[in-house]
Nanobody, 120 residues
Framework: QVQLVESGGGLVQPGGSLRLSCAAS????????MAWYRQAPGKQRELVAA???????NTVESVKGRFTVSRDIAKNTVYLEMNSLKPEDTAVYYC??????????????WGQGTQVTVSS
């Protein structure tokens, strides 16, 4: 079994910054893709950023230039650095990992979600 634990959410003023972390633990052989999604009230969950095992990263257009995704392979951890935050970034943020487990099965796992609120 694999568990993802997120941290770093909170309340921040517009223009502020936050850094989210998501660490995976358990029976992991490798992680193919690490990603961040978010879900605002009344809206569907959307992909915000993703990074592959070889380090290729991308972000959705609405956060380009403000959010940066990175990872520490040795720690099976993915980060989301969020700068110049706007009220419309308010959402619950979820990490997702596509994992090859220790028993060589391919599974998708989700973190528990962390609330990010951007408000003055």
């Amino acid at each position: 079994q694999v568990q993802l634990v997120e941290s770093g959410g909170g309340l921040v003023q517009p223009g502020g910054s936050l850094r989210l972390s998501c660490a995976a633990s358990g029976s992991i052989f490798s992680v193919n893709i690490m990603a961040w999604y978010r879900q605002a009230p009344g809206k569907q969950r959307e992909l915000v950023a993703a990074i592959t095992i070889d380090g290729r990263a991308n972000t959705v257009e609405s956060v380009k230039g403000r959010f940066t995704v990175s990872r520490d392979i040795a720690k099976n951890t993915v980060y989301l650095e969020m700068n110049s935050l706007k009220p419309e970034d308010t959402a619950v943020y979820y990490c997702n990992m596509n994992v090859v487990t220790g028993t060589y099965s391919l599974q998708d796992y989700w973190g528990q979600g962390t609330q990010v609120t951007v408000s003055s």
